[in-house]
C-alpha cells in the first residue's frame, strides 16, 4: 500500500533526514525571501503590499509546477510550496528581531504537539499493519505510475529484461495479465495470488502484469510488449466479467485518445511510445503520498495513520476517475461493446500464436452477479443492472473466447462454491462496500483452484 518502488536512499537515518529536510529547508528558504524583502523595502505600506504575493506566490507557482513534473509527487510540490510560504509569512509579519526566536518557538510547540499525538495514537488506535521502513521511500517516481496500466504496456527495457530474468536462470516464466483483480488491490504482495504460486512451485518464475483499471486492449498490449523478452511457458489472461467489457477502449494518461486504433483489418496500437498527458486533477489522485509521511510511516503511528488516510481518499478518487482523461461514455450508461471485445479477444489469441506461446484465457465472475445468484443483496460495482444480463454477460465472454479458439477457463462455478463455503466477506477484501477484490484467503482458494489447471498445461519445472 506504501510502497512506490525501490527507495531513493541506502539508510533509514537519510531517509528520514531528507524528509525532515523537505520541511524545514524550503521554510528557511521563505524566511531568507522575506528577510530580503524587508531590508531592500524598509517601508511597512511596501513590506504589507509584497506581503500577498510572497505568501501567496510559492503556493500558485507549485500548483503551475505540479503538471510539468510528472516525476514528484503533487503532494511534495505542493507542500513546498506551502513550506516556502509559511517561512515568507512568519518573516514578513514578525518583528525582525524576534522572526528567529519565535520561529523556534513554534516549531517546538508543533514538535510537542507531535509527540503528544503520537502517545495518543499508539494508545487509542490499532496498527496501520505492515510498513516498509523509511529506506523504502522513493521520492522520484516512475511516471508510468501515475496511470498503472501504463506500466506494463510502455515498461523500460530494462524493467522488461530485469522482471523477466529475476532469480534462478533457466526457470520456465508464466505471465498473468489482468486487471486489479490480478494486481491483488486489498491484500499486500505477499497474499497475492501470484506470490502464492511463486511459493508453490518455487521452480517456476509466475509473473504478475496485473494493473488497476485495465481492459481487455491493456492485456494485447501488455502481451505484444512481454512476449518477446519474456519467452513463457504459459501466458494466462485474467477477463473479468464486471467491467472488462465497459473499460474498453477506456481512455489513459499515457494515450489520451485510447489504446486500440481501428485499421480495419487489424487493432493497431495508437500510441507506439507513451503520449503523457496528466493535468492538474489526475496528479491529485494518482500521486504517491508526501514523501515525509512514507519516510516516517514505519516509525511514527500518526505519519502511518496520515498517510493510510490519504491513500484511501486517493484510491477512492481513482475509482470516481476523478481527474482522469474521460472515457467516450460515463461508466452508468456504457453497454457492453461485444464487437470490439471479440476482436480484442481474436488479437490476443493471435498475438500468443504469433509468439508460439500457449495461452490461457480465465474468466472471473463479477461480484455482484454471484450474489443475485444466491439472493444476496447487490451492494456495489453493478455493471450489468440485473441477475439476466449479469449471467447472460459472464456466458457469451465464455463464448466469445471459445469461439475464438482459445483454451478458456471459467472461474463461475468455482468462486460461487468458495461465496457459499466462505461467505462474501470472507471470500472478498473488504476495502469499500462490495469490494469485487479478493482477500487473503480468495487468494489462497484462487490458487488451489488455478495449480492444477497450470500443471495440467505443462507448468511445472
Known amino acids: 500500500m506504501f510502497s512506490t518502488g525501490d527507495g531513493t536512499f541506502s539508510s533509514d537515518l537519510a531517509a528520514i533526514a531528507f524528509a525532515l ?17 524587508r531590508s531592500l523595502f524598509p517601508s511597512r505600506r511596501a513590506q504589507l503590499l509584497w506581503a500577498a504575493p510572497l505568501v501567496l506566490g510559492p503556493v500558485a507557482l507549485s500548483l503551475v509546477a505540479i503538471p510539468r513534473i510528472n516525476a514528484l509527487s503533487f503532494w511534495d510540490v505542493l507542500l513546498a510550496g506551502l513550506c516556502v510560504a509559511a517561512g515568507a509569512a512568519l518573516g514578513m509579519f514578525q518583528p525582525a528581531e524576534r522572526v528567529v526566536s519565535r520561529g523556534l518557538r513554534a516549531g517546538a510547540r508543533v514538535l510537542v504537539g507531535l509527540l503528544i499525538a503520537e502517545g495518543i495514537v499508539r494508545v487509542a488506535l490499532p496498527s496501520t499493519g505492515s510498513v516498509p521502513p523509511p529506506r523504502s521511500a522513493r521520492l522520484v517516481v516512475p511516471v508510468t505510475n501515475r496511470d498503472p496500466p501504463c506500466n506494463v504496456i510502455f515498461p523500460t527495457d530494462d524493467e522488461v529484461r530485469h522482471r523477466s530474468t529475476s532469480g534462478a536462470p533457466g526457470r520456465p516464466t508464466v505471465l498473468h495479465i489482468g486487471d486489479s483483480l490480478v494486481a491483488g488491490i486489498g491484500v499486500s504482495a505477499s497474499e497475492n495470488f501470484v506470490s502464492d504460486l511463486n511459493a508453490a512451485q518455487p521452480e ?13 486492449d491493456v492485456y494485447l498490449l501488455a502481451l505484444s510488449r512481454w512476449l518477446p523478452a519474456a519467452r513463457p511457458r504459459l501466458a494466462v489472461v485474467y477477463v473479468f466479467a464486471g467491467n472488462d467489457l465497459f473499460d474498453l477502449n477506456a ?28 493535468p492538474l486533477a489526475a496528479h491529485l489522485a494518482s500521486s504517491p503520498g508526501p ?50 471485445f471479440s476482436r480484442t479477444i481474436r488479437a490476443i489469441g493471435a498475438t500468443a500464436a504469433e509468439h508460439r ?57 468455482f468462486v460461487r462454491e468458495a461465496m457459499v463455503r466462505d461467505g462474501a466477506d470472507g471470500l472478498f477484501a473488504r476495502e469499500y462496500p462490495g469490494d469485487v477484490h479478493f482477500s487473503p484467503l480468495g487468494h489462497r482458494r484462487l490458487t488451489d483452484w488455478l495449480l492444477p489447471a497450470l500443471r495440467a498445461r505443462g507448468v511445472t519445472p
Open 357 to 413: 506461446t500457449p495461452l490461457l484465457v480465465v474468466v472471473l465472475p463479477s461480484r455482484t452477479t454471484l450474489e443475485r445468484t444466491l439472493g444476496l443483496p447487490a451492494v456495489a460495482n453493478d455493471y450489468w443492472g440485473d441477475r439476466a444480463r449479469g449471467e447472460a454477460g459472464h456466458q457469451q465472454i465464455v463464448a466469445t473466447a471459445r469461439e475464438a479458439g482459445l483454451d478458456v477457463l471459467d472461474a463461475w462455478g
Open 21 to 37: 529536510a523537505l520541511l524545514l529547508l524550503p521554510a528557511v528558504l521563505g524566511l531568507l525571501i522575506a528577510a530580503a524583502l
Open 251 to 278: 481512455r489513459y494518461l499515457c494515450c489520451p485518445q485510447g489504446l486500440l486504433r481501428d485499421e480495419g483489418s487489424r487493432l493497431a496500437p495508437r500510441c507506439p511510445t507513451a503520449r503523457w498527458n496528466i
Open 291 to 340: 514523501f515525509v509521511l512514507r519516510a516516517l510511516a514505519g516509525i511514527s503511528r500518526v505519519s502511518g495513520h496520515l498517510l493510510t488516510f490519504v491513500t484511501r481518499v486517493q484510491q477512492d478518487l481513482f475509482r470516481r476517475g476523478f481527474g482522469m482523461v474521460p472515457s467516450p461514455n460515463d461508466p452508468a450508461s456504457q453497454r457492453p461493446r461485444w464487437g470490439l
Open 204 to 216: 517456476v518464475r509466475h509473473l504478475n502484469l496485473g494493473s488497476v483499471g485495465a481492459g481487455p
